[in-house]
């Protein structure tokens, strides 16, 4: 996932402000992911917080930064691109349900919460990468779209 993630900021950096603070918090939540899903011992319930906070600002961010304005890029656009977002936004839509789900069980988890959380981690580290990639493509998309209309390869 790291690898992919240095690959979409080399492609998009500076492109655009919220793209920008996106990928930034995309960046910043999966570094937190990596340092819990990797650490030996069961974080404490305020590093479990910290992290179910970032979750939610950047899927928040998602919806209402990039989300909004894909959907007006893609309103301008026509044939393959549209059809693109429209397959993909309800299964952005899905994920985001299961993250807000990782974040109410785990922001104020009791012990016996916890010991499931190896397993939560772990599927929600897919959850991460499968929205990464999802979003990428409709990012790319959008680029597309940007580049037809103003006349500039892409």
Do not use: W
């Not at 026509?78 to 990782?102: H, M, V």
């Amino acid at each position: 996932m790291l690898r992919k993630m240095e690959q979409t900021k080399a492609q998009l950096a500076g492109k655009h402000h919220a793209l920008d603070a996106f990928i930034n918090a995309r960046q910043n939540l999966l570094v937190e992911y990596i340092r819990l899903s990797t650490n030996k011992t069961l974080p404490t319930q305020a590093e479990l917080e910290e992290f179910c906070g970032q979750l939610i600002d950047y899927v928040s961010a998602g919806h209402f930064e990039i989300y909004d304005y894909v959907v007006t890029a893609y309103e301008a656009a026509q044939g393959n691109a549209r059809l693109l977002a429209e397959r993909i936004y309800p299964r952005i839509k899905q994920n985001t349900d299961e993250a807000l789900n990782f974040h109410d069980k785990y922001t104020q988890a009791d012990e016996d919460t916890l010991l499931e959380l190896d397993q939560e981690l772990s599927h929600l580290g897919e959850l991460l990468e499968e929205r990464f990639e999802l979003e990428d493509r409709l990012v790319s998309a959008i680029d597309l779209v940007d580049h037809l209309d103003t006349g500039h390869p892409a």
